[in-house]
């Protein structure tokens, strides 16, 4: 089975930070490119951060200098650090695994992140 499964979630003050996990079964992981998505109540998914198979990176505007994206392939696992968080970062996060050249998406259950005092 394709799965991916999220982790890392949880309350956290502003300020704080947070890890989250995402691992990956029954794909080819190599293949992939993983990315970070987020959800608020209302309004879009959008991009968070991607890493592509050969490492290069790409993050949204609002979170570049203070998320890192990294992958372990050996562990077929994807993290998103999160420092400094803000109370605008509280979403649902989403983890996904874009095959590099079919197109095919695979998408987490998504995992609540909520920054608040």
């Known amino acids: 089975q394709v799965q991916l499964v999220e982790s890392g979630g949880g309350l956290v003050q502003p300020g704080g930070s947070l890890r989250l996990s995402c691992a990956a079964s029954?794909?080819?992981?190599?293949?992939?490119?993983m990315g970070w998505y987020r959800q608020a109540p209302g309004k879009q998914r959008e991009l968070v951060a991607r890493i592509r198979s050969g490492g290069s990176t790409n993050y949204a505007d609002s979170v570049k200098g203070r998320f890192t994206i990294s992958r372990d392939d050996a562990k077929n696992t994807v993290y998103l650090q999160m420092n400094s968080l803000k109370p605008e970062d509280t979403a649902v996060y989403y983890c996904n695994a874009h095959h590099n050249w079919n197109g095919a998406d695979v998408w987490g259950q998504g995992t609540q992140v909520t920054v608040s005092s």
């Open positions: 029954g794909i080819r992981f190599s293949m992939y490119a």
